[in-house]
């Protein structure tokens, strides 16, 4: 919170500032000293009269007027931000002082101002800016009153925490620990039990401990976050923080049922707000429904999330219900002024929806979310997945009995002049109405939404981000590592942002055909395939849209190259990760669960959202259809039919409607139009009276299940 600048008895030095100001008389130094009293003792409204008092004597003085503006806040309860920032804004005019311009404090009295502005900063969630203005304090820390120096180190840590810089926070911790609390290292098992001793008695002590286990958990540092845990949970076994930080811990470990457990046993605070304005119950519900997601408990999950954006809902109507007719920051306490979640809880909501397979839900959730964190390329891939999943659920919708009921659409006619009507194919041209910049659940806009993505990634990634020592209290970084912000979560290293690269570039090509946009599909095709980092899903995906791409731009033969069936040898969803030392420490520490947590993690593993196909057999089977159909458009039947006939076989059923289509198709094209008729007299009776009640089925010919009528 704002700290109160101590009276200080020498004259005060303004060159710049006309007119002088007069020195201090001893009447004035005894009102400075009752005043500090009197706010240590928290009698704000007595302070406020000594404090004015003197301002009506020396109202020029930059001193005088601060330590009247920090008073006066006090007594208000922090309600008063808005007069308080302008107070601020008025000293800085008298003192001559720049925060934005200068780069390092002028004067080491003005360093309460400096720290009053970036506490300002930080309840507003201007962390930068707030991360900026101690940046410049820092430099004076030395020679600084020591409470304040604390204070502002531990700010400085947060806003580290809050900017993801925990390699500036951990340092900033060792320096804290060396030069300005004291506490020094502890090593052994003696030393390690007097720690958590002290621990105990020492409050100090204790929030040093959890920025760094905080620093240490943003790091993925699980060995070392594991040494600190226990020592907090020794020390403080009830500590809802540490409770936390516990089941963040399991969290990440993916020991997601540990991690609801630890959540279950926090205690129930009487007060629904941290020190930082963090709502209790947002973060209990916001949690609960993260652990769910990572156990496939999607609808599960999202009932957590409705009910964190409920109480978010409720803790802002009670905490603005004395503000009402205040639109400004007034009104409100200052440690709630940034409290709301709404947008984090919306992006949070928008993913679990889309996992539970409501993707105009999802899109609504994140196109709201995307007016804030329009700088996350994930978001934008995001909104493109709602809308390609809006427009087709997934890749079995083709096998639906709908879908193959619209191969033969009816009749006309009757007796021997009865014809029968083909339909015209599944593929329909949509016409998306209004502009692609208005959003909506279209392929246009999914376009957009995968430029924009495609434009906030860097061009190149780095090969290595971050070196891990698990034998050591730090972690050393890679200076050449990439960090992509990707708010309102971690910065993406180089490996996430390769990843995202790969799904990003397979859907802009699987939105390029959807538009008859072949020449940007092709594109979007070549550069996937290039990418060092494909999934065997991805380089599959990657090769059939090439194929359709080419052949749709009449270029069948360079098409048909990547529709080879033996190109097909992994269909993996999940990229490939390289080893590292923290791969093999964790793979050390599974050792020790039970087979409960064993069976856990074989559950969480995988995929988050089912595949199709799901098995090499059935991917090579539609491979090898599509070979077919390339061979139909340019003119080779036989082949062509030849393939149809060896992908049903393998394709599982029901067989999706095209392979009706194109059976038909190269039936009556050819002239064997006995052969069309047993398809439709078998398949397709219901639009063919007079079925015949022997028939003969010639080896290779489509068959679906048995329930298609």
């Not at 820390?141 to 993801?164: D, R």
């Not at 304005?277 to 916001?286: A, D, I, R, S």
């Not at 910065?491 to 690269?501: C, D, G």
């Not at 050819?670 to 009640?693: C, M, S, W, Y």
Request: a neutral charge.
């Amino acid at each position: 919170m704002a700290s109160q600048e101590n009276k200080d008895d020498s004259p005060q030095e303004t060159v710049d500032i006309p007119p002088p100001i007069p020195s201090v008389t001893e009447p004035q130094k005894q009102i400075a000293s009752q005043a500090l009293q009197e706010f240590e003792k928290k009698n704000y409204g007595a302070c406020c009269n000594l404090t004015h008092k003197l301002f009506v004597e020396r109202s020029m003085d930059p001193k005088v007027v601060h330590n009247k503006a920090v008073a006066e806040f006090y007594q208000s309860g922090f309600l008063t931000t808005d007069e308080f920032r302008q107070s601020l804004d008025k000293v800085c005019q008298m003192a001559n002082i720049s925060m934005d311009n200068s780069d390092s404090l002028e004067d080491v009295d003005h360093s309460v101002l400096y720290f009053n502005q970036a506490v300002i900063f930080y309840h507003l969630r201007q962390y930068k800016a707030a991360t900026k203005v101690l940046d410049k304090l820092f430099q004076f820390i030395e020679p600084i009153e020591e409470n304040l120096a604390k204070k502002a180190i531990m700010l400085l840590v947060e806003l580290y925490l809050c900017t993801y810089q925990p390699e500036k926070a951990m340092g900033m911790l060792s320096y804290a620990e060396k030069n300005v609390f004291n506490t020094g290292k502890s090593g052994g098992d003696k030393e390690g039990k007097d720690k958590d001793d002290n621990m105990a008695d020492d409050p100090t002590k204790t929030k040093l401990s959890l920025y760094k286990t905080r620093c240490l958990l943003m790091m993925k540092s699980m060995k070392s976050s594991k040494r600190e845990i226990k020592a907090l949970i020794t020390a403080h076994p009830m500590n809802l923080s540490v409770l936390y930080l516990k089941s963040n811990f399991e969290y990440m470990r993916s020991n997601h049922r540990k991690a609801m457990k630890m959540m279950g046993i926090a205690p129930s605070s009487s007060t629904l707000f941290t020190e930082a304005g963090e709502c209790l119950p947002v973060m209990y519900h916001n949690n609960m429904g993260c652990i769910h997601f990572y156990l496939r408990k999607h609808h599960l999950g999202a009932f957590y999330f409705r009910k964190a954006i409920q109480e978010n809902e409720n803790a802002l109507r009670d905490i603005t219900r004395g503000a009402e007719h205040n639109k400004n920051l007034s009104g409100k306490p200052l440690h709630s002024i940034g409290m709301s979640r709404h947008y984090e809880l919306l992006y949070n909501m928008g993913i679990q929806m889309l996992h539970c397979g409501k993707p105009v839900a999802a899109f609504d959730c994140l196109v709201e979310a995307v007016q804030v964190f329009r700088t996350n390329p994930r978001l934008w891939l995001r909104l493109a997945e709602c809308c390609i999943m809006t427009n087709r659920e997934n890749n079995d919708d083709d096998r639906k009995l709908e879908k193959r009921l619209e191969v033969i659409q009816g009749s006309d006619g009757s007796g021997i002049h009865r014809k029968l009507r083909l339909g015209p194919g599944l593929r329909t041209d949509r016409v998306s109405p209004g502009t692609p910049a208005i959003p909506a659940s279209t392929y246009e806009f999914a376009a957009l939404c995968l430029r924009n993505a495609l434009m906030l990634l860097p061009e190149e990634t780095q090969k290595s981000d971050v070196t891990n020592s698990d034998d050591q209290d730090t972690i050393k970084p890679n200076p050449e590592s990439l960090l992509v912000p990707a708010p309102p979560g971690n910065p993406m290293k180089s490996i996430e942002v390769a990843n995202l690269r790969c799904s990003v570039l397979a859907a802009a090509a699987y939105v390029g055909i959807c538009l008859n946009d072949f020449t940007m599909a092709l594109q979007h095709a070549e550069n996937l395939l290039k990418q060092p980092r494909l999934s065997g899903a991805q380089r599959y995906l990657g090769h059939l849209y090439m194929a359709e791409a080419l052949v749709a731009l009449d270029k069948i033969a360079d098409g048909i190259q990547h529709l080879n069936p033996e190109l097909v040898t992994d269909i993996n969803t999940l990229p490939p990760e390289p080893k590292s030392d923290q791969d093999k420490n964790e793979k050390n520490e599974k050792t020790e669960k039970d087979k409960g947590d064993k069976d856990q993690e074989t559950e969480v593993k995988g995929s988050f959202y089912p595949w199709s196909p799901r098995d090499l057999t059935r991917a090579k089977a539609i491979m090898q259809y599509n070979l077919a159909t390339a061979h139909a458009i340019r003119g080779e039947y036989d082949k062509a039919m030849a393939n149809l006939v060896e992908s049903s076989n393998y394709m599982g059923t029901p067989l999706p409607a095209q392979m009706y289509f194109l059976k038909l198709y190269l039936d009556l094209i050819e002239g064997r139009r006995k052969l069309a008729q047993i398809v439709i007299k078998d398949h397709f009776g219901h639009v063919t009276p007079n079925r015949e009640n022997k028939m003969t089925y010639k080896s290779g010919t489509p068959r679906p299940d048995t329930s298609v009528p």
